[in-house]
């Protein structure tokens, strides 16, 4: 498939084109560093490579940014609140701003001196001149406006994809109900005739939902291929510009383009940039607004006849306008969820053709492992993978490589820290804690898949649990046990080297067993004091609100309802670790002499032998967050 302009560039116009654009991009470049704060310029310099936020990441994660530095071109930058750089392009939008410099992050807008700051001062002014003169001859030349327009879009080119697409839906896998959906729209375009013949209203537009990486891009170039007709790719951050009035001279020639090509598919990335409630205001509002009009004007417009299916994609469905959703708009609606347990593995067996994998491997097992992964994720587990091994000297890809890259993924890469005996002692008990009373709570929590004190991210050591199936929700007993299990860690540095000598290392822990007694005490009604009342609500960006719609009085009691929760938990934990201390430290002993023990090393050293291949055939279960 290749990228192309679908804007001819209009040769005779250039300079008027030229000037135009030289001051739009002038204007553009005042209004925008005169709106935003003048921050300083943050060097995020950092030994760590950047990860990649995609726009839809930065908002729903705008609470874990630390610092944001935007340049000319919409990148920014920035660390994450736990020092994790990343690196962004996003759609420049001042409530993201705010909301994010709301959240205590500080965002700076690149705005160095630069040549074009000099320029910047007096050119505008005579670039103005010279293009109102321009713009008269042009004009009383009885050319229009309207080809003004068309040539500023030769110079703002819509990015569009096109082209045959070879993609079926044998290359989709894991969502087969999704797929079942769209098969009537494969119908539809193959057999057009059928259906007129029946009356069958067939939709003009569907929307897609679901998280970055689910396969919404995928499925729509599915529904292309299957019907054997072109397929046009689009995206709505393309449509919102510094011109106003740009992004509708773009939907209209879009689909221009779709009709002289129709039957066709026409995708629409991101649709929430054009399509977001028009009660949310901003100050592109307007512009985009009228973009958004030309879409539903264009969308009213075709007959079902016509051919052109208009696929839409978002992870924003909540945000989108009512009036997209409208009969004869994107009516039909398939939210793609993340897979679940048998959609990973049937996503890993699908991608994993594309791979030399060692039979040895169970991709059921691969797929216990990675809940929450997306398509991509899983894609690119197998991709860090393949790399591993090839980096390893493997012939094929062993069960190790896909451990290693799944680590990597979910914890950062593995650490050359040099650390002091005494610390990684500390760590071998705090690890050991959490791996003996995670055994001792094996009938009610996931089993543990293995505990290490190899440091990765930021993690000195981890205790992973692995699930058997996805579990969508814990009962009460099964939250205090995770609750234990959590503080185990800083119960046995306590009960091996005394209060004065506990770590800061416990803080995650600290944090996961905070949020996870909130969450039950606020959100699942689990608190016999509190009551099944909801006091945690979702904002509209999913993030949630601590005790927002709480009273004082509320607002004291589940604070004191959390503090003995976690006080009951501990007590537990350090319980049960003084009570079998010659057994942690018998744990502790092996992970300082291997660095890494299995699920079931460690519950051959806490149960014996015999007992271990006695109930081998119990269930395994879910979660594979990291302890430290
Ligand atoms: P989205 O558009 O939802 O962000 P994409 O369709 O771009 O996601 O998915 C990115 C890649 O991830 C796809 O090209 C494909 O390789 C892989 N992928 C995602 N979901 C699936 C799936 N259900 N089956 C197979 N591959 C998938
Ligand atoms: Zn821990």
Redesign the pocket.
């Known amino acids: 498939m290749k990228k192309e302009n679908i804007f001819k560039k209009d040769g005779s116009k250039f300079y008027l084109i030229a000037f135009a654009v030289l001051f739009a991009a002038l204007i553009a470049r005042i209004v925008f560093v005169g709106n935003v704060n003048n921050g300083t310029i943050q060097n995020v310099t950092n030994a760590k490579a950047p990860i990649e936020l995609s726009f839809s990441d930065v908002l729903r994660r705008s609470g874990d940014i630390k610092t944001m530095d935007i340049n000319k071109d919409n990148v920014a930058t920035g660390v994450l609140k736990d020092g994790t750089p990343y690196r962004a392009t996003i759609a420049y939008n001042p409530e993201l701003l705010e909301k994010i410099s709301k959240n205590g992050a500080s965002v700076s807008i690149n705005n160095r001196e630069s040549v074009w700051d000099g320029v910047a001062r007096w050119l505008p002014i005579l670039v103005s001149a010279v293009f109102l003169i321009w713009l008269f001859k042009i004009l009383r030349g009885g050319n229009g406006g309207g080809g003004i327009t068309r040539s500023l879009i030769g110079q703002n080119p819509t990015k569009i994809t096109t082209g045959k697409t070879k993609t079926t839906f044998k290359?989709?896998?894991?969502?087969d109900s999704e797929k079942q959906e769209l098969m009537e729209v494969v119908d539809f375009l193959k057999n057009k005739e059928k259906f007129k013949a029946l009356g069958a209203r067939v939709p003009r537009g569907i929307l897609l939902s679901?998280e970055?990486?689910?396969?919404?891009?995928?499925?729509a170039r599915a529904v292309a291929g299957e019907a054997n007709v072109p397929f046009f790719a689009t995206s709505g951050s393309d449509f919102s510009g510094i011109i106003v009035g740009l992004g509708v001279a773009k939907i209209k020639e879009i689909f221009e383009l779709a009709k002289r090509n129709a039957p066709c598919i026409l995708f629409m990335?991101e649709i929430d940039a054009i399509g977001q409630s028009r009660s949310k205001h901003t100050i592109n509002d307007n512009d985009r607004e009228q973009t958004l009009n030309q879409l539903l004007i264009e969308m009213d417009g075709f007959s079902n006849e016509t051919g052109i299916i208009v696929i839409a994609?978002t992870n924003r469905p909540d945000m989108l306008d009512k009036a997209l959703l409208r009969p004869g708009r994107f009516d039909r609606q398939i939210n793609?969820e993340l897979?679940n347990l048998e959609g990973r593995r049937d996503?890993l067996d699908?991608?994993a053709k594309k791979f030399k994998i060692s039979e040895h491997v169970s991709m059921m097992d691969v797929a216990r492992g990675t809940t929450g992964f997306?398509?991509?994720d899983l894609?690119n587990l197998l991709n860090e993978s393949a790399l591993h091994a090839v980096r390893a000297g493997h012939k094929v890809v062993e069960q190790s490589d896909i451990e290693e890259a799944r680590d990597k993924i979910l914890m950062g890469p593995k650490k050359n820290r040099k650390m002091r005996p005494e610390d990684i002692k500390l760590t071998a008990y705090h690890e050991a804690g959490h791996a003996f009373v995670g055994v001792h709570y094996r009938d009610i929590t996931d089993p543990i898949h293995k505990a290490t004190i190899v440091p990765r991210g930021r993690a000195l050591g981890i205790v992973q649990h692995m699930p058997v199936d996805d579990k969508v929700s814990m009962t009460l007993e099964e939250v205090r046990a995770n609750l234990a299990i959590d503080l185990a860690g800083r119960a046995a540095e306590e009960v091996f080297f005394g209060k004065n000598k506990i770590t800061t290392g416990a803080a995650s822990d600290i944090e996961m067993a905070t949020n996870t007694a909130r969450r039950s005490i606020t959100m699942a009604g689990l608190s016999e004091k509190i009551g099944m009342v909801a006091i945690n609500q979702a904002t509209s960006f999913g993030q949630k609100i601590a005790l927002e719609n709480a009273s004082e009085k509320t607002a004291e009691a589940v604070d004191a309802e959390i503090r003995a929760w976690i006080e009951n938990a501990y007590k537990d934990a350090k319980n049960l670790v003084s009570k079998n201390k010659a057994t942690v430290d018998k744990l502790a002993k092996a992970l300082l002499d291997k660095e890494t023990l299995s699920g079931e090393e460690i519950r051959e050293i806490v149960l014996g032998k015999k007992a271990v291949a006695k109930k081998k055939t119990t269930k395994p279960a879910k979660k594979s967050n990291a302890k430290k």
């Open positions: 290359d989709v896998a894991g969502i679901g970055p990486g689910t396969g919404k891009t995928l499925l990335d994609a793609i897979p996503i699908l991608h997306s398509g991509a894609e």
